[in-house]
C-alpha cells in the first residue's frame, strides 16, 4: 500500500486545538526517539514534547531488546512527561500509559484491546504495541526529573521477521480495513491527556485490571537466569505490581517478563 507520510499539520487539525502543551516534532528517521527525547529532557525542554519518527534504525525495546521498526507503516513516538509525583509513584506511568494507548487503539479499530502486563497491547491475543518508559530521577532530591513514554505500534506490517512470527501483529492486520496513522496518533494524545493526571490517585487502575490479558490466568515467570516457574496471575497491586500465586504462596512482581499460553 502506497501510505502517505505523517504530517503534523493533519494530526493538529484532529485535535482541533486539544492537547494544549504537546509540541510535535516529525522526522524521517532518527536512531531512536527515546533516545532522542532524553536528551530534549536533558537539555531542560519543558513537558509535552512530542517526537514521532518514520522509521528507526535502533528502535529501543525493554530488558535491552531492540524494537522493529520498518518505514511508512508504524508509529515510533516518545512524548517527554514531567509529572510532579513521588519516586515510588513513577512506577505507574508504564501502566497508565498501556491503558490510554489500548483504549486509543480500541477507538479505531473496534476490536478489544488487551494489556499484556506491564507494557504490550494486544489484538486478538497477539502484540500490536510496545511500551518503554525511561525515567530520569534526581539522586540527591529523590525526585523524579523526568519521563520519556515511548509507544511503537504496529499499524500496517503484514510480516513480520521470523522470530515474530505467531506473536506479533498489526492494527490492519486485525481490523481488516486502512488505518490513518495520524488519527490513531492523535487519539494517542487525547487518550494520554485524559489518563495522564489519573498517576496521583491510580484510578486507571481498575482500567487496567479490565484490559488485563493475564488476570486468573496460568502463566510463566521467566527468570533472569533464563529459567522459568508456573503460576497464577491473581491481581494488580495499587502501583501497578503483578500479584501471582506460585504453590499456595501469593507475591508480587515488581517487573521482569511473563508469558501465557493462549
Ligand atoms: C517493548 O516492546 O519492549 C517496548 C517497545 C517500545 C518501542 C518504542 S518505539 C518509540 C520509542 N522509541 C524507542 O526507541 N522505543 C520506543
Not at 527525547?37 to 534504525?57: C, D, F, H, M, R
Not at 508509529?75 to 505507574?92: F, H, T
Not at 522470530?163 to 487519539?187: F, K, Q
Not at 484490559?211 to 496460568?218: D, F, I, P, Q
Request: charged share 25%.
Amino acid at each position: 500500500m502506497n501510505r502517505g507520510k505523517i504530517r503534523k499539520e493533519r494530526i493538529e487539525q484532529i485535535l482541533n486545538g486539544g492537547c494544549n502543551g504537546m509540541e510535535l516534532r516529525i522526522f524521517e528517521e532518527m536512531d531512536s526517539t527515546n533516545r532522542y527525547v532524553k536528551e530534549l529532557a536533558e537539555n531542560g525542554a519543558p513537558e509535552g514534547a512530542v517526537v514521532i519518527a518514520e522509521t528507526q534504525s535502533s528502535g529501543r525495546g525493554r530488558l535491552g531488546r531492540s524494537f522493529f521498526s520498518p518505514e511508512g507503516t508504524g508509529i515510533y513516538m516518545s512524548v517527554l512527561l514531567r509529572p510532579e509525583i513521588e519516586l515510588q509513584n513513577a512506577v505507574r506511568l508504564t501502566s497508565m500509559t498501556a491503558v490510554a494507548v489500548a483504549e486509543a487503539i480500541e477507538q479505531v479499530c473496534e476490536i478489544p484491546a488487551q494489556i499484556k502486563w506491564v507494557n504490550d497491547i494486544f489484538l486478538n491475543k497477539k502484540k500490536v504495541c510496545g511500551i518503554l518508559v525511561e525515567a530520569g530521577i534526581d539522586a540527591v532530591e529523590q525526585k523524579l526529573n523526568y519521563a520519556v513514554v515511548g509507544i511503537g505500534i504496529n499499524v500496517g506490517q503484514m510480516e513480520f521477521p521470523e522470530e515474530l512470527n505467531g506473536i506479533a501483529t498489526s492494527v490492519e492486520n486485525e481490523c481488516g480495513y486502512e488505518v490513518e496513522r495520524e488519527s490513531l496518533i492523535a487519539e494517542v494524545l487525547r487518550s494520554l491527556d485524559k489518563w495522564y493526571p489519573t498517576i496521583q490517585d491510580g484510578s486507571f487502575l481498575s482500567e487496567s485490571r479490565r484490559r488485563s490479558v493475564l488476570l486468573g490466568k496460568e502463566i510463566r515467570v521467566h527468570r533472569h537466569d533464563g529459567g522459568f516457574y508456573e503460576a497464577v496471575a491473581v491481581d494488580l497491586d495499587d502501583m501497578g505490581h503483578l500479584m501471582i500465586e506460585k504453590e499456595g504462596q501469593r507475591e508480587l512482581l515488581h517487573s521482569g517478563e511473563v508469558s501465557i499460553r493462549f
